[in-house]
């Protein structure tokens, strides 16, 4: 609780007083499936490279079905890009990740850096997050994701639009994870004879 409430404050206190800036931000959901796992990215275009705006805090709602996804983890980050929201891998950035009720995930990151490194380092489209779900039924379901607030460097509100994604998840086959749960069985079996004295 304490935690919320000091994410809470400290937010307020970056946008206290800020007025929108003008930026065509655009939040956008992407996903690919391995195996059971379903993978969302969600990422940020529109802004400026090596000028302001540069972002420096968000905070996101992602709403999803709980009886056809679990919540697995989130990365943070830009795969190839690292955090942008740290451009110096720091790592003094204020992130959570967390269910707020099923089928709601709230992500927040709050950067650190300053200012003017932000605005000069800041790649313009970059991962924030990348969600990871099992997939516990097979069928279309759609994900939402709302904006509770987005930040520039210098404290000033920005606005992008709620993004949608609706994807047809399949979960792992329940025959193939027999048959997995078996090989690993029988080769565990067998190693274990081959460690035994003769």
């Not at 451009?87 to 950035?93: C, E, I, L, Q, S």
């Not at 709620?162 to 979960?171: K, M």
């Amino acid at each position: 609780m304490n935690s919320m409430f000091s994410r809470v404050w400290l937010l307020a206190l970056l946008l206290s007083s800020a007025t929108a800036a003008n930026a065509a931000l655009e939040l956008s959901l992407g996903s690919r499936q391995s195996w059971a796992v379903l993978s969302v990215s969600i990422a940020i275009s529109g802004l400026e490279a090596g000028i302001a705006p540069a972002l420096s805090a968000y905070d996101l709602d992602l709403y999803f079905d709980a009886s056809r996804l679990a919540y697995l983890d989130t990365v943070v980050g830009d795969g190839q890009l690292g955090d942008e929201l740290d451009v110096f891998d720091a790592g003094n950035n204020l992130i959570s990740a967390s269910l707020s009720q099923p089928g709601r995930l709230n992500l927040f990151e709050l950067s650190f850096d300053d200012p003017a490194d932000l605005n000069a380092l800041q790649a313009d489209t970059f991962r924030l997050a990348l969600v990871n779900f099992v997939v516990l039924q097979a069928g279309e379901t759609t994900l939402d994701l709302t904006i509770n607030a987005l930040a520039d460097a210098d404290g000033e509100a920005l606005s992008a639009s709620p993004a949608s994604l609706t994807v047809a998840a399949v979960p792992l086959p329940p025959s193939l994870v027999m048959m997995a749960t078996g090989l690993m069985l029988l080769y565990t079996r067998r190693r274990e004879r081959g460690r035994q004295p003769a």
